[in-house]
């Protein structure tokens, strides 16, 4: 039945329906919903408002984001590791453009420009998608009493001051079910100030595999150090690093005991850029020592120029609650370029990197690293 013929069909019952008893109106209703097989409900409405027949097989406004834009919406979640709508929807211009300039994703201009605009509302409607819930590792941190006194504490509350080279830094177990004997660690360090984070495989947990790291991380960060804030783990807490930090001219400060939330930039980190990527399996070997030391260079790469993060500048309570108050959603390499206290020479050479980088295919690389270290008998 067309839509004209259907418009009279209402027409012509209409009337009649609103004039019959109660009877009379079920009577109605059944001839009507099987003349037309129209749901019941919808005949009732229809009957009582006489509402024009315009695409009856469908109620609402046009969809907007249709299948096409929700694969391209896909692609691109997938390219950036699966974040949160609130990251993912202030970054979503450049990381398109970045693909495209790859050759990884050609979308049609309509489509792009519905992606380009979407909400972080309707990203969360388009990918209603179960994530997956991490466990909780063995904590490893033996504490280092000597040297306390002359190490003073940074509180969470202590970070205003922060700029670029301001690291917290912290070390990830990777033991398995058992902290006994030897195996690798993950030195993870994160700048405060901009979210630059420097992941480096440890073949031990020692005081010079510690201080070798640092020198390792100093030579690819684009910003100079200028502090080191750890937990009170004897593999910071030593002769060995306070010597380091007073020849280099870089301030060294501890948080307090059984505060994790005095080193709250790298203990989110910690979940984020090495658990939720490497797992909780023992490594111990060469070669898994070699595969992580890969996977971290490409691995640093993609979550500092391609994982934007939000930042918490203020909140405030209001009664029982605590009010938060977020930035918009930068990558670090944004932050970076942005700070006054980057050298431009430095922003430049970044660029230029930028510039290259396919976060697709570092992905695949990733990936396939992380297969073969899976894939290890330890």
């Not at 009732?44 to 006489?50: C, F, N, Q, S």
Request: hydrophobic share 35%; aromatic share 8%; net charge positive.
């Amino acid at each position: 039945m067309t839509g004209a013929s259907l418009y009279e069909l209402i027409e012509a019952w209409q009337p009649r329906y609103l004039r019959a008893d109660r009877k009379e109106k079920t009577q109605i209703l059944d001839e009507f919903v099987a003349l037309t097989g129209y749901h019941r409900k919808a005949a009732i409405r229809v009957l009582r408002k006489g509402r024009k027949p315009v695409a009856w097989d469908r109620r609402g406004r046009p969809r907007q984001y249709t299948n096409e834009v929700k694969a391209a919406l896909i692609a691109v979640w997938e390219a950036c590791d699966r974040i949160c709508s609130k990251r993912l929807q202030p970054f979503l211009p450049e990381i398109v453009a970045a693909l495209e300039r790859q050759g990884e994703l050609r979308l049609p201009p309509h489509t792009k420009r519905r992606l380009v605009k979407m909400s972080a509302a309707t990203i969360d409607r388009l990918l209603r998608t179960h994530r997956p819930k991490g466990r909780q590792g063995r904590c490893t941190t033996k504490p280092g009493s000597l040297l306390k006194e002359k190490i003073p504490v940074r509180t969470f509350a202590n970070w205003d001051d922060a700029r670029p080279g301001f690291l917290e830094m912290d070390l990830v177990a990777h033991c398995g079910e058992s902290a006994a004997g030897e195996y690798i660690h993950t030195l993870n360090a994160v700048d405060a100030a901009t979210g630059w984070c420097e992941p480096e495989a440890l073949p031990h947990r020692s005081q010079q595999a510690v201080k070798e790291a640092l020198d390792r991380m100093r030579e690819r960060m684009p910003f100079p150090l200028l502090r080191v804030d750890s937990d009170n783990d004897s593999a910071f807490i030593n002769h060995n690093l306070v010597r380091y930090c007073d020849r280099e001219g870089v301030t060294f400060t501890r948080s307090r005991e059984y505060k994790k939330n005095d080193q709250a930039h790298v203990e989110q980190k910690n979940w984020s850029v090495v658990r939720r990527l490497i797992g909780y399996r023992r490594y111990k070997s060469l070669e898994a020592l070699r595969l992580l030391e890969t996977i971290y260079r490409d691995w640093r790469l993609y979550v500092n120029f391609f994982q934007p993060v939000r930042k918490l500048p203020s909140k405030e309570r209001v009664g029982c609650r605590v009010r938060k108050r977020y930035n918009e959603a930068k990558t670090p390499y944004w932050r970076v370029l942005a700070s006054v206290d980057v050298a431009e020479a430095e922003k430049g050479h970044l660029e230029e990197i930028y510039r290259t980088l396919n976060p697709v295919a570092l992905r695949r690389r990733i990936e396939e690293n992380l297969e073969k270290l899976w894939g290890l008998d330890e």
